[in-house]
């Protein structure tokens, strides 16, 4: 129940296109969704993040979807760059104050074409 | 936005020997500092976390004798891998979050690379 699955693996979208990457969850207690992005030999850093009061949020080229009834949620990444190609996590936890863990999603690799 | 560095960002070890990572909250306080491991093309998984000043809570299979674990002041975990083997070779990642905010992201470490030859 802790488990947040993620998909696809691994993705390739050519330059200009969208990016849309997928993750679900089964504990209704989680309330703070991440998503974060990791280049090789680099710790990961945040991108975007939603709580579940709202069903989309927007970043720049970054927008978090929500669905809650269904317990899903995913990243799009508009007009993806050669620069995006990265491994891409989602997360969950119970809160999001000091001391509440982070489960995370198995991650997609995302690699963008020129 | 808050700093949290790890250092060092990578070390090569002897086998049977003991290597200590320190992970530092630069510009903010944190009680709490999560420890991962990450093994190539896979995700985080989550060792241990740091509380300051009490013990460390590990998860289910990592072992606390092999990676210890001292939080000692609000803005410094170090984990200490002892008597390194080869299959502890990892990438290994700390993150913190400020203490007594809400709404507050959790910031990761650079990460640091450990061979054990």
């Known amino acids: 129940q802790q488990q947040v699955k993620q998909s696809p693996q691994s993705l390739i979208v050519q330059k200009g296109g969208i990016s849309i990457i997928n993750c679900a969850y089964e504990n209704t207690a989680f309330d703070y969704f991440p998503w974060y992005q990791q280049f090789p030999g680099k710790g990961p850093a945040l991108l975007i993040a939603i709580r579940p009061d709202v069903s989309e949020k927007k970043e720049g080229r970054f927008t978090i979807s929500f669905n809650k009834s269904a317990k899903q949620f995913s990243l799009h990444i508009m007009d993806s760059q050669p620069g995006d190609s990265a491994t891409y996590f989602c997360?969950?936890?119970?809160?999001?104050?000091?001391?509440?863990?982070?489960?995370f999603g198995t991650g997609t690799r995302l690699l963008v074409s020129p | 936005g808050a700093v949290v560095s790890q250092h060092p960002s990578w070390v090569i070890c002897k086998s049977g020997t003991s290597v200590k990572i320190e992970c530092r909250s630069l510009?903010?306080?944190?009680?709490?500092m999560f420890w991962y491991r990450q093994f190539p093309k896979q995700s985080l998984m989550l060792m241990a976390t740091?509380?300051?000043?009490?013990?460390?809570?590990?998860e289910q299979g990592v072992e606390k004798d092999k990676f210890l674990i001292n939080h000692a002041s609000l803005t410094l975990s170090t984990l200490t891998v002892t008597s390194a083997h080869p299959e502890d070779s990892s990438f290994y990642i700390c993150?913190?979050?400020?203490?007594?905010?809400?709404?507050?992201?959790?910031?990761f470490g650079q990460g640091t690379r450990l061979t054990v030859v």
């Open positions: 997360a969950a936890s119970i809160g999001n104050t000091g001391f509440q863990k982070l489960v």
């Open positions: 740091s509380n300051e000043g009490s013990k460390a809570t590990y």
């Open positions: 510009d903010f306080q944190a009680t709490t």
């Open positions: 993150s913190a979050r400020e203490w007594g905010q809400f709404n507050t992201e959790a910031f």
